[in-house]
């Protein structure tokens, strides 16, 4: 077969060089188009990623540090915005969720309202709680689809800890298994994940990496598992329905077809958010990657550590994950709210010990002195 180019003298080369990642696919869906269904899949699914990141997307994804300070918005303003705006529901946005949202937009109080009602808006349509709970994720936490990495010790090093993410989580893509559980679980699974992760006030102001680890797997073996209703949930769930900085994202080992794909919504994304996107492979070393995380996380030994995280994940689990009744006893000074319930928490508009936590810092000892005077 040949392809015919026509270009006229007023084409800008630019306009061409913009097409040149839609041919491609097309290419690759006409060599591809065994069986037939697979085709309709990837048209399908490169039309939703083209339609779903435009430019103004690009500038809403450019989220450089903001400092939170004299002048940024607080709970009580966004949540009298909200209740101006009729926001359906908005009452039962805890305070700590609204933190994270000033936290992750500091500077303009309607884009804190704006990612508030998006991930209202697609909680209350998935039908899924406004946190998720540790006991209905159990079974997709148990396939060691994601890790969270653990941060070396800090050696005084600023660059070492300061300027990058706060914390790193890697997708392993060869464990998504749909005799275990379907793949909305997973997605559930992922977002408990990044909930817990931004519970910590460093996480919400330095944000996160992402490892994508295909692990080889072809993209005709991925599209028979995951259908693109779950990929549209994906990103419905992300976009704008989410308060987390999202440092970057390392693709390892990614298949062909979906690299085509990716590279077309990279092209109509800033320069800016483009280099956030990295790809490595095994057969390259890691080097990027390894140069990169591997000065502040401890790698696993998939991605050329030392680490097996799948023998520490119980440990890992019990520690960052324990049923947020359960509080911890460390210091005196919290042994009078160590036996704080779930229903307690909520009188103050916390819906676990860490959101206290969070609202005990933000507000003082009023607010500490509330808990303890409810524990008693």
Excluded at 74 to 80: E, I, P
Excluded at 219 to 228: C, D, G, N
Excluded at 356 to 366: K, N, P, Q, W
Aim: with cysteine.
């Amino acid at each position: 077969a040949q392809v015919h180019f026509v270009c006229n003298s007023v084409t800008p080369i630019s306009t061409f060089h913009s097409l040149i990642p839609s041919i491609l696919i097309q290419l690759e869906l006409i060599m591809a188009a065994r069986p037939g269904e697979r085709k309709s899949f990837l048209t399908d699914l490169s039309a939703f990623f083209l339609s779903s990141f435009k430019s103004s997307d690009a500038e809403e994804a450019e989220d450089n540090i903001e400092e939170t300070g004299v002048g940024a918005p607080d709970v009580g303003s966004l949540r009298r915005l909200l209740q101006a705006q009729a926001v359906h529901r908005q009452a039962e946005l805890s305070d700590g969720l609204l933190a994270k949202c000033i936290n992750f937009r500091p500077s303009d109080l309607n884009r804190c309202a704006e990612v508030a009602k998006g991930l209202l808006k697609f909680r209350l349509a998935e039908n899924w709680p406004l946190r998720i709970p540790s006991d209905s994720v159990n079974v997709a936490g148990s396939t060691g689809i994601h890790w969270i990495l653990q941060r070396r010790p800090a050696s005084g090093n600023h660059d070492e800890h300061g300027d990058g993410p706060a914390a790193v989580v890697v997708f392993n893509v060869s464990r998504l298994n749909t005799s275990v559980c379907s793949v909305e679980e997973y997605q559930k699974f992922s977002t408990f994940i990044m909930e817990r992760l931004t519970d910590d006030i460093e996480v919400q102001r330095r944000g996160i990496s992402l490892i994508v680890d295909f692990g080889h797997n072809s993209f005709s073996k991925l599209s028979s598992l995951v259908a693109l209703e779950d990929i549209k949930r994906g990103v419905r769930l992300w976009k704008g329905a989410f308060p987390c900085r999202l440092r970057g994202i390392w693709l390892v080992d990614t298949p062909g077809v979906l690299n085509l794909m990716l590279w077309s919504v990279l092209k109509m994304l800033s320069p800016t958010v483009r280099e956030r996107v990295q790809h490595t492979s095994r057969s390259s070393g890691l080097h990027k990657l390894r140069e990169s995380l591997g000065r502040r996380f401890e790698l696993p030994i998939s991605l050329g550590g030392e680490i097996d995280l799948d023998a520490e994940w119980d440990a890992t689990w019990n520690n960052l994950f324990e049923d947020p009744k359960t509080t911890p006893t460390t210091s005196s000074s919290s042994s009078s709210t160590a036996g704080l319930q779930a229903q307690e928490l909520r009188l103050l508009g916390c819906q676990t010990y860490s959101e206290y936590e969070h609202l005990a810092s933000t507000r003082g000892l009023v607010a500490r002195c509330c808990c303890e005077c409810i524990a008693l």
